[in-house]
Nanobody, 128 residues
Framework: QLQLVESGGGLVQPGGSLRLSCAASRFTLDYYAIGWFRQAPGKEREGVSCISSGAGRTNYADSVKGRFTISRNNAKNTVYLQMNSLKPEDTAVYYC?????????????????????WGQGTQVTVSS
């Protein structure tokens, strides 16, 4: 079982920034495509961004393009989601997830069904 832990959430004002981290202590995250998903109260979980294994190709939901950046630091075994220009509609619990190895190559996707291992989530609240 691949274990993931998210951190970095919090309360910020609109226009502010947060950097979320997704860390694995016992597995090499570079082997896996990592996705960030979010779920707001009363809404379905949606894909935000992902990064593939190896070359690190990225993908973003239209709603966050130009504002969010996903990256990975293999030495620290951590994937980051830098969130800038935050909006109230970004408020949600954010989860990171890892895809199985056979789905971790090439262009990553934002479909939940492609991801098997999930972190516990971290709350992001954007409010004035």
């Amino acid at each position: 079982q691949l274990q993931l832990v998210e951190s970095g959430g919090g309360l910020v004002q609109p226009g502010g920034s947060l950097r979320l981290s997704c860390a694995a202590s016992r597995f090499t995250l570079d082997y896996y495509a990592i996705g960030w998903f979010r779920q707001a109260p009363g809404k379905e979980r949606e894909g935000v961004s992902c990064i593939s294994s190896g070359a690190g190709r990225t993908n973003y939901a239209d709603s966050v393009k130009g504002r969010f950046t996903i990256s990975r630091n293999n030495a620290k075994n951590t994937v980051y989601l830098q969130m800038n220009s935050l909006k109230p509609e970004d408020t949600a619990v954010y989860y990171c997830a890892a895809a199985p190895l056979h789905l971790s190559f090439g262009q990553c996707v934002l479909s939940q069904t492609d991801y098997a291992s999930w972190g516990q989530g971290t709350q992001v609240t954007v409010s004035s």
